[in-house]
């Protein structure tokens, strides 16, 4: 069992971390919606995109917790948001710049929409599911 300031300071990343994952899909739904689309079904696959990212890193997320040390798990939480971080930092160029200038035409199409968005979200949402069980497994 962790001391209540390491406890604390867990608790603090949790939130840190959720609080970063609410406006980074916020961020990236407003962005993505230029390209795909604002009806119904445009902001239905974004948000299943960012949905099954989150689910399939927390699956992933909850096994690999499982076999890491603590140190670990906080070093992969490190890492995961890390490369989250980075990855914002290059989503308005990847989701404006790339995908709704350069191909915003193939919008058109509803099945390549959604694969482009899931492939788009995959690896941030994917990160963002893993971090939770990493860091809640530093904590037990």
């Known amino acids: 069992m962790s001391s209540l300031p390491v406890r604390l300071w867990v608790l603090f990343l949790f939130f840190l971390s959720g609080f970063a994952a609410l406006v980074y899909q916020v961020v990236w739904q407003r962005l993505l919606v230029v390209f795909a689309g604002g009806d119904v079904l445009a902001i239905t696959i974004i948000v299943t995109a960012f949905m099954a ?5 927390s699956f992933f997320g909850g096994g690999l917790a499982d076999k890491l040390s603590r140190r670990q ?25 790339l995908l709704y200038l350069k191909f915003g035409g193939i919008a058109d199409s509803r099945v390549l929409t959604a694969l482009v968005l899931i492939l788009a979200l995959l690896l941030p949402t994917f990160l963002m599911g893993l971090s939770l069980p990493v860091l809640a497994r530093h904590d037990s």
């Open 53 to 57: 990212g989150l689910g399939c890193g």
């Open 73 to 97: 798990n906080l070093l992969l939480f490190g890492v995961a948001e890390a490369l989250i971080a980075l990855f914002g930092l290059v989503s308005k160029p990847l989701f404006y710049d």
